[in-house]
Structures are given as C-alpha cells and as structure tokens.
C-alpha cells in the first residue's frame, strides 16, 4: 500500500533530498558543482521511480540521466571556457526572479486545480518485459521515429565536426 | 561417516551449504513470535549487507596481496615475502601506512568535491554486489532488472574520476579524468551490445533467472556467446582501469592520472575501490558467462558460494594475467579499438544472437539440437571474426603509422647492410 509509514518516510526523504539538490542547482556559484548536484537530483528521482514500483523506469532513470547526461553535461562544461569562473552579480536577477515566481504560482495554482485521484501502490510486477512488448508491438512506429531522429542527429554531429577532404589539417 | 556428517549439519542454521538458512531460522524464530512481518526483511537485509560488506573489505585486502604475488611470479620476481608467512601481512603494513600519512589538499582545490570523490568511487562497487546470486537461496536483491542495474551502478564510477580530476586543480589529474570520460563514452557501447546478446539468449535480465537458464540447458553462456564474452572482458578491464588501458592513471605519461593529488587514506580508497571493482566485475563475468554457483554436478557436492567465490578468483586472475603480460595501449589506439573493433563485433554478434532466438522460438525445434548447434555456430563465429579482423582489416604497414594496426602485421623492413660499418674497421687497421 501506498500508506505504508517506510513508503511514507521514504517519499518525504527522497524528495527533500531531490528538491534541495534541485534548489543547490540554482543556487550554487560553481558550473561543475551546479551538475554535480544535478545529478543528485536525478538519483533523487530514481529513489521516488522505486518507491512507485517503476523499477525498469528508476534504474533506466540512473542509467541515462545520472549516467550518460551528467558525463555529457560534465564535457560540455570542460570545453567551456568561463566554466572556471563564478557566476557572478548581474542586473537580470530581478526579471528572472519575477518569471520564477509567476512559474510557481501557475504550479501552485493548477495543483490546488485539479482533483487528484489517489493511486494504489501495485504489485511489484516485471515491467521490463511488457514495455519491450509495447515498444516493438503497439508502438513501434513511434520507437522507430525516435531513433531515426536520435541518427539523425548524430550524423549531424559527424558532418559538422569532420574536416574536409583534401583540406590540409 | 560422510552421511551421518550430513545429517548432522543438514537445514540447520550451520549448514554451510546454504547460508540462507539462517534466514530462515530467524524467519521461524519471528513467526513463534508473532513479530511484525517486516522485521524478516530488516534483519535479513541487514545480515546480507555485513556479509557482503565483510566479502568486500577482506577482498580489498587480500588483493593487494595476491595481485602482488601474481604480477610477481609473471615478472620473475619474488613480490612481498618478508612480512609473515608468504608475506600474507603486507596488506596490513600497507594499510597501517596509509592511515599514518598526512593527507594533503591541493589549496586551490574544492573541498568539498575532493573529499566526497574517493567514497563515491568506492561506492558503486559494493552496490553492485547486492543484486549477485551467491547460491539458490541467497541473493540479497533480487532485482528483475538486474543487468540493467548492473550498467546503471557501475557508469556512476566515472562521474567520481571526473570529480577527483576536475576538483584537484591538477592539469594531469584533469587529463586523466577526460580521458576517463572519452573511454567511457567509447567503452559503454560494446558492453551494453555485448551483454544484450546475453539477454536475448536467457529471455531475462534477472541475474538469478540467467544463472537458472545456464543450469537448464546445461550449458555455460560463454559456450554460448564466445565473442561476447571476449567483447565483454576487453571493454571492461578498459573501463576498470586496469593495466593494458589503465591510460587515465599511466604514470608514464600523466604522473598518476586523476588521483595524482590524492594521498593517505584517500589514495587508499582509490586504489581499494580498483581491487573491489575488479572483483565485481570478476563476479558479473562469472555469473553472466560461467553459471554463478552452478557448476554441472559439482554445486551438489560443493556449496555454491563456494564455486562461486572459485569462478570469481579464477576471472579475477585472467585479469591479472592481462595486468601482468600486456603493454599499455595508446589513447587513440584504444579509442580506435572500441570504435572501429569493438562495436561492429558486438553489433554482428546481437544481429546473430536475435536471429538464432528468433528461429529458436518459431521453428520449435528442441533445445537439445539447438543449443549445440548454437554453441558450434557461435564459436566458429567468434574464431572466424576475430581471424579476420586481424589479418584481413588491419591496415597496410606505415613507417610512422597513425592507426591501429596488429604486431603480425608489421613487416619491419631489414637494416641496411653492414656497410656503414666498414670505414671504422678501415681506422682501426690504420
């Protein structure tokens, strides 16, 4: 059951920790340590993924986002060059300030909106089987899609980056 | 004499043969009672965790030594003799050493991430070894994504290297830790492939349901999935670090790679961490490719964590062997060689392995044609491939040569005649 006092506990700690990773994110001064607790955050998720019965989702969750997108985050943060640099005092505070604060009020408002219907902790089931199932079955046009488009990009990278024939480097 | 010794120790909680046991008994021990129903989990948790803890902690020291010992014996040296017998007691000297040393911090250095990076690194590891089956009772997680849990766990390693690097304001330390990234970018995609193939053949990536599957059709996966398996072992000891690709710590080179800052136990806990992650992998290899605790008949005589702990030691010297024989590769030579190698073996094997279980589930012939077939067919694959690869795709020799190429291959040209010789033997006769 979703009202169990570990599943309880172990909610509210895994969502104090991913919103105050979340938080450190923002408020940081340094780039590398803004990702590092970025993907904190996500491991964060993953924890709330488990408590959700979603183990598939949770350790996929760990596998891409604190995995492969923080180490990519990580690269793009090497190969900038003011990544060194503290983020310092600018003037846009207050604009942005104010954009943050309508976001919350949106946010606020629509989770007072709407009624929620309380779900029930299922079973642990094996979900990795049955999302293969729906991803090469119901939907594979979709899946399909998604990685010519994922190809795409990345003979874009190839294309942008290679260096011309005959070109002396 | 051997029966009534088995009747003695038989399903009690000192039956050696299956330490689950024990569980059990605590288990009946709350049902008399009337304890919560969660208290079996909490306690058994608890009891799998020391365990594993106390296997990890041993492991990291016992290596040490017989890392040391074996690369000795490779390299016609003696290794540690002098402390205890065998020199078993070095481990500890070493330990004791570490802990005396001053730890320094480099001053531009930030804190923070400098001190959590040597425990993130060694965590990952001991999180691996929950989900491992020691026996046919005894995994403490059972997780029914546990392959894929195996990837997740182990890529959170480099996010630490790259912490320990960057944190140390050390430009080697910064090399190594991008040379970390890059192999591990290059490396995950041969493994993911690699172990699919895995996965495909058992239809699961329950770690206990793949041991069970080498136990039904009686036979070991790396009959199976030769080319996975050799796919597997040479993109994991790159992304472990270990000596043929250890480039992101080749003292040669980048002085100590991303822990060139680091010292006394912070070190130690790097150099822990290598041991225990070797040992994992070690035991990822055995359970995936060799049967975990099964062993044909054996695991009826034998405890299966015991087999277990034997197949683990056994991967684990094929490691060191590695470690021990092999020069280092280059960077480009190993980035080329997951590229240009790796991957395209991995892909063709996944592209057999779909087709053979594919023809497996429609044809509806026995598994005990098929899986002999499959071994036979494999197996030449993976000979035929690897053949190939070697002689036919390696490139022409080059004088200064800027690709990968293979020492079979190299045709080094004869030295000139001894011309040169002569007018020095000419002078001497003056």
């Given at each position: ?6 599943i ?15 938080l450190m ?34 350790v ?13 985050m ?5 190969l ?9 005092e ?13 976001v ?22 094996a ?8 991803l ?6 979709p ?8 190809m ?18 | ?6 009747t ?17 008994e ?13 208290l ?21 020291v016992?290596?040490?030594?017989v890392?040391?010992r ?71 997680a059972t ?35 991008m ?10 995609i041969?493994?993911?492939?690699s ?43 790159a ?16 002085v ?32 995936l ?16 964590w015991?087999?277990?702990i ?22 480009d ?42 071994i036979?067919?494999?197996?030449a ?15 022409k ?6 690709t ?27």
């Open positions: 059951m979703i009202n169990d006092t570990g309880v506990v172990a909610f509210y700690i895994l969502a104090a920790t991913t919103v105050g990773c979340a994110v923002a408020f940081v001064r340094e780039l590398v340590q803004a990702v590092l607790f970025l993907a904190l955050a996500f491991v964060g998720v993953a924890g709330i993924y488990i408590v959700l019965s979603a183990d598939f989702v949770a996929v969750q760990v596998l891409i986002y604190a995995g492969a997108v923080a180490v990519l990580t690269f793009a943060v090497m900038t060059p003011a990544a060194d640099r503290k983020n310092s600018t003037a846009f505070w207050a604009p942005a300030a104010v954009l943050a604060g309508l919350l009020v949106i946010i606020v408002f629509v989770s007072y909106d709407t009624t929620w219907k309380i779900a029930y902790r299922p079973e642990f089931t979900t990795a089987a049955s999302l293969g199932q729906a090469l079955k119901p939907y594979v046009v899946f399909e899609v998604a990685s010519v488009l994922l795409t990009a990345m003979v874009g990278a190839i294309v942008l980056t290679k260096e011309e024939e005959g070109e002396d480097a | 004499m051997m029966a009534a010794l088995l003695i120790i038989t399903d009690n909680w000192w039956d050696i043969r299956d330490l689950s046991n024990l569980s059990h605590i288990e009946k021990l709350i049902g008399d009672a009337n304890g919560p129903a969660w079996i989990y909490v306690v058994s948790g608890l009891l799998g965790a020391i365990g594993i803890v106390s296997f990890v902690g041993g492991v990291a016992i290596n040490i030594w890392e040391r074996v690369v000795g014996r490779m390299q016609s040296r003696l290794g540690p003799n002098r402390l205890g017998p065998f020199g078993l007691l070095q481990p500890i000297a070493d330990a004791i050493k570490l802990m005396q040393k001053e730890v320094l911090m480099p001053r531009t250095a930030s804190g923070l991430i400098f001190t959590a990076a040597p425990i993130m690194f060694t965590v990952p590891g001991i999180l691996l070894m929950a989900v491992l089956p020691w026996g046919r009772n005894m995994t403490l997780l029914d994504v546990g392959v894929l849990f195996l990837l997740a766990a182990s890529s959170l390693g480099a996010l630490a290297v790259f912490m320990a690097g960057y944190s140390s304001d050390n430009k080697y330390a910064l090399f190594g830790s040379r970390v990234i890059a192999m591990l970018v290059s490396y995950e041969p493994i993911v492939i172990l699919l193939g895995v996965v495909l053949f058992a239809g699961t990536m329950d770690l206990q349901g793949i041991v069970l599957f080498q136990e039904k059709y009686w036979a070991f996966m790396v009959l199976l999935q030769p080319l996975a398996f050799f796919i597997y072992f040479i993109s994991v000891s992304e472990l670090n270990r000596t043929p690709a250890d480039i992101a710590e080749a003292e040669s080179e980048i100590g790679g991303y822990h060139t800052e680091y010292s006394g136990m912070k070190f130690g806990l790097f150099y822990a961490a290598e041991l225990i992650n070797a040992v994992v992998v070690s035991a990822i290899i055995s359970t490719f060799l049967g975990g605790w099964w062993a044909y008949k054996l695991d009826e005589l034998v405890p299966g015991m087999i277990y034997g197949k683990i030691y056994g991967v684990y010297f094929l490691f060191v062997w590695t470690r021990g024989t092999l020069p280092r590769f280059r960077i030579q190993l980035l080329a060689f997951a590229w240009k190698w790796m991957t395209p073996m991995a892909i063709l094997n996944l592209v057999l392995v779909a087709a053979e279980v594919l023809f497996w589930e429609e044809s509806g012939w026995s598994a005990g044609v098929l899986i002999p077939a499959y036979v067919i494999n197996g694959l993976a000979g035929v491939t690897i053949f190939a690869f070697m002689r036919l795709l390696a490139p020799f080059e004088r200064f040569p800027t990968l190429r293979f020492y079979s291959t190299i045709d080094v040209p004869s030295l000139p005649a001894k011309a040169a010789d002569a007018p020095h033997a000419g002078a001497q006769t003056v």
